[in-house]
T-cell receptor
Framework: DADVTQTPRNRITKTGKRIMLECSQT?????MYWYRQDPGLGLRLIYY???????NKGEISDGYSVSRQAQAKFSLSLESAIPNQTALYFC??????????????FGAGTRLSVL | RKEVEQDPGPFNVPEGATVAFNCTYSNSASQSFFWYRQDCRKEPKLLMSVYSSGNEDGRFTAQLNRASQYISLLIRDSKLSDSATYLCVVNMESSYKLIFGSGTRLLVRP
């Protein structure tokens, strides 16, 4: 089983819909992250969380929100999806308390298309 | 200027070739450096960390030049399975944030 699990793996939605992407991890890590990846732009950080009570905006948080329901769960919501949010979304974790906190481990990704 | 810059490639090489990628970073306060590998439509995976003294892992060698602010990755005896995109990643000490380059694509042909 994967250590970092994202659901769904693929999603097609319509403009204006609210959708949620979910991430869970069994690595025991305290830090979790959401990124999006667009062709030619690399990974860009949307939100990150150091623990359940600590949520922070990344470089491109507009139009997104997150919830850290438990140490192992971190969900990303698109409040009102728009076509330019079509991208590949990755969840990642790192374990500051369990070793090298700078190494991040990624889920398999969610491919989102907004029509 | 991007914080981390890479030649996007693609680098198209025959099996058995040696290939090198460079990456430059703009922030001299950067402290940790990594190479990640990403296969098409899959998640990035850590290939290796990059240490000041340079480090080797099998056919892969990573070097760091702090004075010139660049990192390199050398792959010897290329295999078909090495075909992927290689991401240069930089981190500042005590910072949560990893800065990803947009990647260099490698194609190894038979």
């Amino acid at each position: 089983d994967a250590d970092v699990t994202q659901t769904p793996r693929n999603r097609i939605t319509k403009t204006g819909k609210r959708i949620m992407l979910e991430c869970s991890q069994t690595k025991g890590h305290d830090r979790m992250y959401w990124y999006r990846q667009d062709p030619g732009l690399g990974l860009r950080l949307i939100y990150y969380s150091f623990d359940v009570k600590d949520i922070n905006k990344g470089e491109i948080s507009d139009g997104y929100s997150v919830s850290r329901q438990a140490q192992a769960k971190f969900s990303l919501s698109l409040e009102s999806a728009i076509p330019n949010q079509t991208a590949l979304y990755f969840c990642a974790t790192s374990g500051f308390s369990t070793g090298n906190g700078n190494i991040q481990y990624f889920g398999a990704g969610t491919r989102l298309s907004v029509l | 200027r991007k914080e981390v810059e890479q030649d996007p490639g693609p680098f198209n090489v025959p099996e058995g070739a040696t290939v090198a990628f460079n990456c430059t970073y703009s922030n001299s306060a950067s402290q940790s450096f990594f190479w990640y590998r990403q296969d098409c439509r899959k998640e990035p995976k850590l290939l290796m960390s990059v240490y000041s003294s340079g480090n080797e892992d099998g056919r892969f060698t990573a070097q760091l030049n702090r004075a010139s602010q660049y990192i390199s990755l050398l792959i010897r005896d290329s295999k078909l399975s090495d075909s992927a995109t290689y991401l240069c990643v930089v981190n500042m000490e005590s910072s949560y944030k990893l800065i990803f380059g947009s990647g260099t694509r490698l194609l190894v042909r038979p």
